[in-house]
C-alpha cells in the first residue's frame, strides 16, 4: 500500500453529506480514486463527478465494484449508516478496511499542524472565518467545515503551504470538529478552539454530564505543548478552561470577562459590525462582516488560533473583515416588494435567539418575521420552551412542524409545542404544518420594510425562493 495508507483507493457511503464529501474532495485533490454513493442525486454529487469521483445514486453492494476489478482499499462511513446498509456488509464481507467519517478526517490530517474548532454553537463560522483570514496571509491550509464558504463555494480543500514542525516542514489544517456523535475525539489537534458548551445532542449522549465530560475528552487529544481558545463568557467553556489548565494545557480565554482578549465594545455597523478589542495591552478595532456580537465572538476565537499558527496579525484582521460567510449563516435570499429574505441554520435555543438578535439591527426598523422548523423530536420535546422564548424575539412568528431526519416520530411531539411556548399576542404566533401553505402565509403577514428570516437544519432552507417568488408573483398582480 502507498503513502495514502488505507485511503489509497476510497469509497464512500453517503458521499453527498458535507462531511463526506469534504473528505471526497481532499482525497481528490490529492489525486487518489474515490468512489460513492447517496440516496439521491445532488449538487455535490455533480461537483464531485466533475472533479473525477465515482458516483452512484442508490445504494447497493456492487457499487464497492466503482473503482474496478482492484476494488477500494477503504469504505468510510458515517454515524448515519446503519449496520445492515448493504454497502457497509459488503465491505465487511470482503474484509475491507471500514473507517468513520472522523478516523478519515484523522488520516488526512497526518504530516500537518491541526486547528480544531468546536463547540455547540457557532464552531462553523468559527473555522470559516479562521480559514478565510489564513488564506488572506497568503497561506494555503488545508480544511474541512460543514458549510460551504460563500468566497469559494467549497467545504473543503488540499492545501499546500508548509510551515516548520518539530520534525520538519508540515501543512496546515483547520477542521470543524462534530461532538454530537462524540467523533472529534478522532483527532489530536495542536490548537484547539471550543466556542461554548451547553447541553446538545442528548439523544447520543443522554445526559448533560455525558455531554460536558466528552468536551473534557476532547482537551485531553490536545497535542503536548498545544493551545486551547475558549469564551469567557460562557459558563461550559470556562469551565472547559479550568480543567484544561489542570491537565497542563495552556488556555487563552476571550469574551467581555476574558482577560487575555477582551471584547471592550461592539457595534452593529450596515448589517455587519465592529468589535474593540483588548489584546497585549493595545485596543485594536475587528471588523466583521456578518452581524451579531456572538459572530464577533467567533472572530475573536479565529484571531487567537491564526495567531498561534503563526499567522501576522494585520493579515488576519484583514481576513476576517473581509470573511463573507457561510451558506446558510444569516444568507441573503432575495428582495421583493420591499421584503428582505435571509435563511440560517440556527437550530438550538441559543443559537436561535443569536441570530434573531442580530438580525434585528439589520431589520433596520421593520418588522422582523421568522419562519422556523424544529429539528429532531427529541430537541423538540426537550427544549420546546427554551425555543419558544427565542422566537419571542420576532415580531411575527411562523411555526412549521418537525423536521425529524434521523429519529422516528413521538407522539404528540409537534412544532405545535415550540408556537405554543412562544408568548407573543394573538395573530402573532402561527403554527402551520403543511409546508405548501407557508410562502403564501408568510407572503400575507409581511409588508414593505419588513426582513424574512427562515430558520432551522432541516428543508425550510428550500422556503427562501420560494418566498421570493411568492413576493413577486404579489408585486406584479397588483
Given at each position: ?420 411556548a412562544v408568548s407573543l399576542p394573538a395573530g402573532q404566533v402561527h403554527y402551520e404544518p403543511s409546508f405548501d401553505k407557508v410562502p403564501p402565509l408568510v407572503v400575507s403577514l409581511v409588508e414593505p420594510g419588513d426582513l424574512v428570516l427562515t430558520m432551522g437544519a432541516g428543508d425550510v432552507t ?17
Amino acid at each position: 500500500m502507498s503513502a495514502a495508507g488505507p485511503l489509497e483507493r476510497t469509497h464512500l457511503v453517503g458521499i453527498g453529506g458535507a462531511g463526506m464529501s469534504g473528505i471526497a474532495r481532499i482525497l481528490l485533490d490529492r489525486g487518489l480514486p474515490v468512489s460513492g454513493s447517496d440516496a439521491k442525486e445532488s449538487p455535490a454529487l455533480l461537483t464531485l463527478r466533475a472533479q473525477g469521483a465515482e458516483v452512484a445514486v442508490g445504494q447497493a453492494a456492487a457499487n464497492l465494484d466503482l473503482l474496478g476489478a482492484e476494488g477500494p482499499t477503504a469504505v468510510v462511513v458515517s454515524s448515519a449508516i446503519k449496520a445492515d446498509n448493504s454497502e457497509l456488509v459488503e465491505a465487511r464481507a470482503r474484509g475491507l478496511t471500514v473507517l468513520h467519517r472522523s478516523e478519515a478526517l484523522a488520516a488526512l490530517m497526518a504530516g500537518h499542524r491541526v486547528a480544531c474548532v468546536a463547540g455547540t454553537h457557532g464552531k462553523t463560522s468559527t473555522t470559516s472565518m479562521l480559514t478565510v483570514a489564513l488564506q488572506h496571509c497568503r497561506l494555503d491550509p488545508s480544511f474541512a467545515i460543514g458549510g460551504d464558504l460563500n468566497e469559494s463555494g467549497a467545504n473543503a480543500h488540499h492545501g499546500t503551504t508548509l510551515v516548520s514542525g518539530a520534525d520538519g516542514p508540515v501543512g496546515i489544517f483547520v477542521a470543524e470538529a462534530d461532538e454530537s456523535d462524540g467523533s472529534f475525539l478522532a483527532f489530536a489537534p495542536s490548537v484547539a478552539v471550543v466556542t461554548n458548551v451547553e447541553a446538545d445532542h442528548l439523544d447520543h449522549h443522554g445526559t448533560v454530564e455525558a455531554y460536558r465530560l466528552v468536551f473534557e475528552s476532547f482537551v485531553d487529544r490536545i497535542e503536548p505543548g498545544g493551545l486551547l481558545v475558549t469564551c469567557a463568557d460562557d459558563p461550559g467553556a470556562a469551565s472547559l478552561a479550568t480543567y484544561a489548565e489542570s491537565r497542563g494545557v495552556r488556555v487563552r480565554r476571550y469574551g467581555r470577562s476574558a482577560s487575555d482578549v477582551t471584547l471592550v465594545d461592539y457595534q452593529p455597523v450596515d448589517g455587519a459590525g465592529v468589535a474593540r478589542i483588548r489584546l497585549d495591552g493595545a485596543e485594536i478595532d475587528v471588523r466583521v462582516a456578518v452581524p451579531g456580537e456572538h459572530m464577533a465572538g467567533n472572530a475573536i476565537a479565529a484571531l487567537l488560533a491564526g495567531l498561534e499558527l503563526g499567522a501576522p496579525l494585520p493579515g488576519l484582521l484583514e481576513g476576517i473583515a473581509g470573511f463573507g460567510g457561510v451558506r446558510r449563516r444569516f444568507e441573503f435570499k432575495g428582495r421583493s416588494g420591499g421584503v428582505r429574505v435571509y435563511d440560517d441554520y440556527a437550530h438550538h435555543p441559543t443559537e436561535v435567539a443569536a441570530q434573531l438578535r442580530a438580525a434585528r439591527p439589520a431589520a433596520q426598523g421593520g418588522r422582523l418575521v421568522v419562519v422556523f422548523q424544529p429539528h429532531l423530536y427529541s430537541r423538540t420535546r426537550l427544549f420546546s420552551a427554551e425555543f419558544g422564548a427565542a422566537l419571542a424575539l420576532a415580531d411575527q412568528v411562523v411555526v412549521l412542524d418537525v423536521y425529524g431526519a434521523r429519529e422516528q416520530p413521538e407522539p404528540g411531539v409537534t412544532g405545535a409545542l415550540v408556537a405554543g411556548a412562544v408568548s407573543l399576542p394573538a395573530g402573532q404566533v402561527h403554527y402551520e404544518p403543511s409546508f405548501d401553505k407557508v410562502p403564501p402565509l408568510v407572503v400575507s403577514l409581511v409588508e414593505p420594510g419588513d426582513l424574512v428570516l427562515t430558520m432551522g437544519a432541516g428543508d425550510v432552507t428550500m422556503l427562501g425562493p420560494e418566498l421570493v417568488a411568492e413576493l413577486d408573483r404579489l408585486c406584479r398582480a397588483v
